[in-house]
């Protein structure tokens, strides 16, 4: 017995997670309740150690950890974690190989020359936004059939809009075939915007130098926006198109669960029945947590939480004329985004026999 654990605890993925934002604290705290990946350093600019503990013990959305980290002088520490704290600005200057670091999560959405990434010393590095530049884009249960560990080392696991239109869309699409769509994301506010009016806001993830409309107050308004979400989704599965798809996107104020309300027009006709009970069966076959069909009256915080990609909402789904659909999808952008993400890199590292 002995014998099997010094194996597994030898062959164990050691990563390190940079950035520790949303999705960066939502990787951190399923990591530490699943117990299968072993997150040994956190690379973060914040350098008050005290308040990286604090932030990770308390959250305003998702509550309170039961097992507190307390702060130390270079890591931070609880009954059965410790994590070393790094404040390197550029990933080039970690010492991964010293620290021997497998594998980085980088939740940081800053963009990294992906060349530069590919010479770092860990094995694969996960991204946690969409980058054409990277050696694949993947979403769970959609494409990461085909990844290969000789081809792939750097990693986009795509956005959370796109992990959530896309295991409805494929299924749509595989059984009917899509002709048209129009999607519209509703999507809760985010840290970069601002709780009153104030001057326009850049986001170099969208190549925008001064969005307008997000620089008005997230707190007060409904505000309009352009959305990656088809673009995203077009890297992992190339047959969704803006050529034939619309999109745009709300920002409304709640701290989490978006939504996306979608109309395709198909080749082949249907009914409501028998799309629902579609979706039905394809919720009792899959074998990661997909797509879940909600069926009871419910808001958006009843759905934070849920793991799943995508949360189908039968009070509306509709078919017009048996050739048009109408969906309403629920996800949490943070928790089941991170969710997805987690269990996308632990399927991965099964396929090489690690220790996950």
Same mark, same amino acid.
């Given at each position: 017995m002995l014998l099997i654990i010094l194996k597994a605890t030898i062959l164990k993925n050691r990563i390190l997670l940079n950035g520790l934002g949303r999705i960066g604290k939502a990787i951190l705290r399923i990591a530490l309740r699943d117990k299968s990946l072993e997150i040994v350093a956190i690379n973060e600019l914040n350098k008050n150690i005290k308040n990286i503990a604090y932030c990770l013990n308390y959250d305003s959305t998702y509550g309170t950890i039961e097992d507190k980290f307390e702060a130390h002088k270079s890591y931070i520490k609880n009954n059965d974690t410790k994590i070393e704290i790094l404040n390197y600005s550029n990933l080039e200057d970690i010492d991964f190989e010293g620290r021997n670091i497998d594998i980085v999560i980088d939740a940081s959405g800053s963009k990294n020359e992906i060349t530069t990434l590919?010479?770092?010393?860990?094995?694969?590095?996960?991204l946690t936004h969409p980058n054409k530049d990277a050696d694949i884009?993947?979403?769970?249960?959609?494409n990461d059939q085909l990844f290969d560990f000789e081809k792939h080392k750097v990693i986009s696991t795509s956005s959370c809009n796109a992990t959530a239109l896309l295991p409805v869309f494929k299924l749509i699409d595989d059984n009917y075939k899509v002709a048209s769509a129009d999607v519209t994301t509703i999507h809760p506010l985010l840290s970069h915007q601002k709780t009153l009016d104030c001057q326009c806001i850049g986001d170099q993830?969208?190549?925008?130098?001064?969005?307008? #409309? !997000?620089?008005?107050?997230?707190?007060?308004?409904?505000?309009?926006?352009?959305?990656?979400?088809?673009k995203a989704a077009n890297l992992v599965y190339p047959l969704i198109d803006s050529s034939f798809i619309s999109s745009n996107s709300f920002r409304v104020p709640t701290s989490v669960v978006g939504a996306i309300n979608?109309?395709?027009?198909?080749?082949?006709?249907?009914t409501k029945d028998e799309l629902v009970e579609r979706f039905i069966d394809y919720e009792k076959n899959q074998t990661t947590k997909l797509i879940y069909n909600n069926f009871e009256p419910l808001?958006?915080?009843?759905?934070?939480?849920? #793991? !799943?990609?995508?949360?189908?909402?039968?009070?509306?789904s509709e078919v017009i004329n048996f050739n048009m659909i109408k969906l309403v999808i629920w996800y949490d952008n943070e928790r089941g985004y991170s969710s997805s993400v987690v269990?996308?890199?632990?399927?991965?590292?099964k396929r090489k026999n690690y220790a996950v």
């Open positions: 590919k010479k770092l010393y860990p094995k694969l590095i996960f884009n993947m979403v769970l249960g959609i993830n969208r190549d925008i130098n001064c969005n307008f #409309e !997000f620089g008005r107050s997230a707190t007060q308004n409904i505000i309009p926006s352009k959305t990656t979400t088809v979608i109309v395709l027009n198909i080749n082949k006709n249907t808001v958006s915080s009843d759905f934070k939480g849920i #793991e !799943f990609a995508s949360i189908v909402d039968h009070r509306f269990e996308l890199i632990k399927n991965i590292l």
